[in-house]
């Protein structure tokens, strides 16, 4: 149906599909299993413990109004993660709750950070492909433009060059912010010293912007960056690691002038009451639930030897809570139609991955689910 008051970006937008489940299957021979391990979309394999349910059942409750707005300020959520933060600083307590702002997912700070640079014709974006989708999707549904520059098909480093000429020599707009994801997604590898070099002498009119949704998988992170420069924003979530992907926050780090400009472009309560709670539970038994990092790490090598020892998938590196593996692709037949083979074989046998940017992106999951899905590639 034609609905002319559409703008044309919006019509021309493709969605984000979050599954591939629903659609249809090209060999029809294969039957979808009874259970599938969900491994598409990069979540912590363990849920909060059932003590922690009840702890925010209680206050559902007992203790938040239904019919009262949540705070739509913020602050003890806002205080409790900056003493998180701080934890990964080696100075002094530096970032105050001035320095934080919380959003519905990353998304929303996503979304928030391209109205508040690019919206209007000011602006366009640089991202470097494959990586996350949701910075072009956003920027397309707003209308900005988009550079995306490539990356090298060994290591997934960012094309430098390309990257500094679409910024010193811009086609259309000019580039105002740049998105990086450190560790990168779908393609684990963590911003290099070269890559970081490139980033810190970025001029002061082009943001940056570290996705570091990974951080507690990697213990990578560019904090420090953000205390000196103006023009640096670190983003976090609470829905890899922290386990709380159903309840929706989203946090970012930059100085105060940034962080306020950030707060004004948001919706007013943007958190429901029991996201903001969740999260301060969260992070005040974070010992616990961060106590299955290392275990995943470690399934993350084991895996990966697996893999590479039982099946010809080229795995590589990551510091991520995923691996990005390519198949090989047999003569005459095409890439793309050898990933659609291997993403749908996984699944027949009960293995949901992500088939993203020209490769297979593989959760790593409980240790049961790990080895089903060393077994279901064996079995292709
Ligand atoms: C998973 C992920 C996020 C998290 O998004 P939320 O909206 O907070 O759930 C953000 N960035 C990247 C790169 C991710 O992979």
Redesign the pocket.
């Known amino acids: 149906m034609s609905l002319p008051f559409l703008r044309s970006a919006v019509v021309q937008l493709a969605a984000y599909q979050p599954h591939v489940e629903s659609e249809a299957d090209p060999s029809s021979a294969l039957v979808a299993p009874v259970r599938l391990d969900p491994l598409d979309?990069?979540e912590c394999p363990y849920d909060l413990p059932e003590a922690y349910k009840e702890k925010l059942a209680w206050l559902l409750h007992h203790d938040i109004a239904a019919n009262r707005y949540p705070d739509g300020g913020h602050g003890p959520l806002k205080a409790a993660i900056a003493q998180y933060v701080n934890e990964a600083i080696p100075a002094d307590s530096p970032i105050g709750p001035d320095y934080i702002s919380v959003g519905n997912?990353?998304?929303?700070l996503i979304r928030s950070v391209l109205i508040a640079t690019c919206v209007g014709g000011e602006g366009a974006v640089l991202v470097a492909a494959p990586t996350?989708s949701?910075y072009s999707i956003l920027a397309r549904t707003l209308g900005i433009p988009v550079v995306s520059v490539g990356r090298s098909e060994k290591t997934f480093e960012v094309d430098l060059a390309a990257a500094e000429a679409a910024i010193a020599q811009p086609q259309g707009l000019p580039v105002r912010v740049v998105f990086m994801?450190h560790p990168n997604?779908p393609t684990g590898n963590a911003l290099t010293a070269a890559e970081l070099a490139w980033l810190e002498q970025l001029p002061p009119e082009v943001l940056v912007v570290v996705?570091e949704?990974?951080f507690e998988f990697s213990q990578q992170t560019t904090l420090a960056a953000v205390l000196d420069r103006p023009n640096w924003v670190v983003?976090r979530?609470?829905?890899?690691a922290f386990r709380l992907?159903a309840y929706?926050?989203?946090y970012t780090v930059a100085q105060p002038a940034l962080t306020q400009a950030l707060e004004k472009v948001r919706l007013p309560y943007n958190l429901p009451s029991l996201t903001q709670a969740a999260a301060q539970l969260a992070l005040t038994h974070r010992q616990e639930l961060l106590a299955v990092v290392p275990e995943i790490q470690q399934q993350r090598r084991e895996l990966a030897d697996a893999i590479a020892q039982h099946t010809p998938l080229h795995l590589w590196p990551s510091d991520a809570n995923f691996l990005y593996g390519r198949p090989p692709v047999p003569p005459g037949q095409s890439t793309e139609a050898e990933l659609e083979r291997w993403f749908y074989r996984l699944r027949a046998q009960g293995t949901l991955v992500r088939h993203t940017g020209g490769g297979l992106r593989i959760t790593i999951g409980t240790p049961a689910e790990n080895q089903r899905t060393l077994a279901h590639m064996q079995g292709i």
């Open positions: 979309t990069n997912g990353s998304d929303e996350f949701m994801v997604s996705d949704a990974y983003m979530t609470f829905s890899k992907a929706r926050v989203g």
